[in-house]
Nanobody, 127 residues
Framework: EMQLVESGGGLVQGGGSLRLSCTAS????????IGWFRQAPGKERDWVSC?????????YYQDSVKGRFTISRDNAKNTVYLQMNNVKPEDAAVYYC???????????????????WGQGTQVTVSS
């Protein structure tokens, strides 16, 4: 069974850091484009970042997190990370990872491009 599981969410103070993990089972994350999305209460789910492989790892970030968040892979652990630094109150949301099983060397931002989703992990930011 193909599955994605997020972890690492929790309560973080504004300005602090948190690292989210997305671990796959049943397939290799290293073969595909992986995205992180988030959904705040009362809002639609938004794309945050994604990573693919084109000779080397390629990454893309939503403007609001650029310079603060870093997406990375550890293929040996079949895990993709989202390092969140200088966290702001507006970063509070449920964070989801997703796998696009139709691409690896290009990036995708729309939700409908992604085939498998994790259950989400909550990030709460205290001021």
């Amino acid at each position: 069974e193909m599955q994605l599981v997020e972890s690492g969410g929790g309560l973080v103070q504004g300005g602090g850091s948190l690292r989210l993990s997305c671990t796959a089972s049943g397939f290799s994350l290293g073969d595909y484009t992986i995205g992180w999305f988030r959904q705040a209460p009362g809002k639609e789910r938004d794309w945050v970042s994604c990573t693919g492989i084109s000779g080397t790892e390629i990454t893309y970030y939503q403007d609001s997190v650029k310079g603060r968040f870093t997406i990375s892979r550890d293929n040996a652990k079949n895990t993709v990370y989202l390092q969140m630094n200088n966290v702001k109150p507006e970063d509070a949301a449920v964070y989801y990872c997703a796998a696009d099983l139709h691409r690896s060397s290009s990036l995708a931002t729309p939700e409908h491009e992604y085939d498998y989703w994790g259950q989400g992990t909550q990030v709460t930011v205290s001021s």
